[in-house]
């Protein structure tokens, strides 16, 4: 569909709605990738552990002085890319004394050595 404009509920109007549809899928694929990087050495870890170890634009040293609020909002938007990646069988999902932790599965692993081999 053609689109001129789009309405944001939040920030500003988005007069070039293609552009600003490969910027997000853009930033979904690096986030994909920041995740199953933080996955890559095997060890397990939980939502909580894995935004703490993300990048995020905030002007905050480190995860535990970030707000409550951001962490917050941090998580959800990891968790998202957890079920993303999850369904992808890229990453496996553990529980554990009734917590979630995440692994990377042989999927995930294969693709961890291609990305290796492709920047050695």
């Known amino acids: 569909l053609p689109i001129d404009v789009t309405l ?12 600003r549809i490969r910027e997000l899928k853009d930033h979904y ?44 909002f941090a998580l959800g938007e990891c968790m998202s890319h957890l079920v993303y990646l999850e369904k992808l069988e890229m990453i496996n999902k553990l529980y554990k004394d009734g917590k979630i932790y995440y692994v990377i599965s042989n999927k995930g692993l294969v693709w961890a050595i291609v990305k290796y081999i492709k920047e050695s």
């Open 8 to 19: 944001s509920s939040h920030r500003a109007i988005i007069r070039n709605t293609k552009r």
């Open 29 to 72: 694929d690096l986030r994909l990738e920041e995740i199953m990087d933080i996955l890559a050495n095997g060890e397990k870890l939980s939502p909580y552990e894995i935004a703490g170890r993300m990048h995020w634009s905030i002007t905050i040293k480190n995860w535990e002085d970030f707000p409550i609020t951001q962490r917050f």
